[in-house]
């Protein structure tokens, strides 16, 4: 008939080959320019790039290798959680990125050990690029000029001699930091040992051995202490380290909870254990399972905070 138009059943594989094709020019664009910024500056044709220069050239580079995955038309539910948009280097800083700072730059940290980008989406970035982004950071993370009529006066342009020297953080504020890189390892001991207490109460509830009060209280004293410590690394990672600025309010608060139900539970436990002859209280072992329920959901939020929301996929 005329007037109708057929759709051929190869057209959506041609755009998604049209759009690798651009995707890669894209990337070969980034690539290139970088290359030649950064040779123009080496065989002394140029000067030292401009912050502004820097700045520009990661967003170019992030845009350009990223932005597949980080952005928030993506299809990596992962990805947008941890990064949800790439795309706007001001959000990138608050995000991953500590001025100044290499070792509490999560940036830095991906790129430098070759993690991101990963193998399926081009692989590691080449070294002209990751000298470009430590450039960057070291010299304090700057945005690119904004132009137009309605652009700010731009910032004044440091010393290249101290340009690239990187801010150094207060020591104190660096060994908060660095506790809270602990925190993963800390955070399993108190969990494990205070499900042990409720495994060994409910094994006594069920006719086991006397022995077993003794285990349970073991395991409150020391899954208390350690719930404290490992509460505390976990703030000093949100608050110093490179987690700051994500949603992980709901993680931290439900673990302070978790933390003065378990204290409760230990001065329950300490009292059940002084009056042995009474046997333990409902109380006691109402708190003791309300504390195990507690630590298996702010567990979960831990678990999405890391793998993303849906790391229980099936």
Known sequence: MQGTTRTSPTDPLLARARGRVAARAGRTFARLALAGL??????GAAPPPRQDDLGRAVQDLL?????????????????????DDV??????????????????????????????????DGGPLSEIERGVIRAWILAGAPL????????????P????????????????????GWLGR??????????????????????????????????????IQIGCAGALVAGATGWFSTEYGTQAGRDIGWHRWLACATIALSIVLLA??????????????KRYRLV???TVVLVGVTGHFGGMLVHGSDYLAW
């Open 288 to 290: 003791l399972f309300a």
């Open 144 to 155: 690119p000029e904004v132009t137009g009529a309605a652009a700010p006066a731009p910032a």
């Open 157 to 176: 342009v440091p010393d290249p001699s101290v340009a690239t020297t990187p801010a150094e953080p207060a020591t104190g504020l660096r060994f908060l």
């Open 63 to 83: 845009r350009a290798r990223c932005a597949e995955c980080h952005a928030p038309d993506s299809d990596n539910p992962k990805a947008r959680k941890h990064l």
């Open 87 to 120: 795309r706007d280097l001001a959000h990138v800083i608050d995000e991953i990125v500590l001025p100044g700072d290499l070792d509490f730059s999560e940036l830095w940290e991906v790129v430098a050990d070759g993690t991101m980008p990963p193998e399926d």
């Open 182 to 219: 602990l925190h993963p390892a800390l955070v399993h001991f108190p969990i494990a040992l205070l499900l042990a207490a409720a495994l060994a109460e409910l094994l006594r509830m069920l006719g086991g051995a006397p022995w077993l009060a003794s285990a349970a209280r073991f395991c």
């Open 38 to 43: 950064a040779g123009a500056w080496l065989a």
């Open 268 to 281: 329950l436990s300490e009292l059940a254990h002084r009056r042995a002859g009474a046997g333990p209280s």
